[in-house]
């Protein structure tokens, strides 16, 4: 289980112009905001953003490291895990298990259980009522014991949600590695991945013929 909210792509305005800096050319740029305040790459800043996202080095799109992404992420920890491998430009908040475990009864949908066999539910079901048993009796007694047992006892399919921001040379690389993924959770956020603006062109980067990075 995955889950995405509160998507916000930044600054894409200003990534454009550093783009265009090495040559002078911002004359050139024709982007603009729509009525919704949307910014549109025109015809000819768009022609420059594929080209030299093809160009072969990430120099050349390093404009990208410019393009800022902010998202609520909800996923199982043993998913959180892996993409904490993801240092480099990267930021996340996330709730507290340390501090918050407690503060809420534990429900099976807390944690993801959609690939789990008929009688790894019923183990699952079972452990969350025995911890729900025990998170009562802490919050009761605030026993500190009763509190390590919540923390050591529990599963890595706990989802857990983080405010995450990173940029698009980030996702370049998350998407490259991981699109074929055989956990569920990095296909479903590939295909997120591929609804964010421009994420064809900038991102993914389908095959494209023009290399030539000059004409500016």
């Known amino acids: 289980m995955i889950d995405f909210n509160r998507v916000y792509v930044m600054n894409l305005e200003n990534a454009i112009r550093g783009a265009r800096n090495p040559m002078n050319s911002w004359a050139r740029s024709d982007s603009y905001y729509d009525e919704n305040g949307q910014y549109i790459l025109g015809e000819n800043d768009l022609s420059l953003a594929k080209r030299l996202r093809n160009a072969g080095t990430s120099d050349h799109r390093k404009y990208l490291r410019q393009v800022m992404l902010s998202v609520d992420i909800t996923a199982p920890m043993y998913w959180w895990k892996e993409y904490d491998t993801y240092k480099v430009a990267t930021v996340a908040n996330s709730t507290s298990t340390m501090h918050k475990i407690h503060s809420k009864p534990f429900e099976i949908d807390d944690f993801s259980h959609d690939h789990l066999t008929e009688n790894g539910l019923k183990v699952l079901k079972e452990l969350v009522d025995e911890m729900e048993k025990i998170r009562l009796e802490y919050v009761e007694t605030?026993?500190?014991?009763?509190?390590?047992?919540?923390?050591?006892?529990?599963?890595?399919?706990?989802?857990?949600?983080?405010?995450?921001?990173?940029?698009?040379?980030?996702?370049?690389?998350?998407?490259?590695?991981?699109?074929?993924?055989?956990?569920?959770e990095w296909r479903s956020f590939c295909e997120w991945i591929e609804t964010l603006p421009y994420a064809k062109e900038l991102i993914i980067a389908e095959e494209w013929n023009e290399y030539n990075c000059f004409g500016r």
């Open 142 to 184: 605030k026993d500190k014991a009763l509190w390590y047992d919540l923390i050591q006892l529990l599963p890595s399919s706990y989802n857990q949600m983080r405010t995450c921001t990173l940029n698009y040379e980030t996702l370049i690389n998350i998407y490259k590695s991981r699109k074929h993924h055989k956990l569920e």
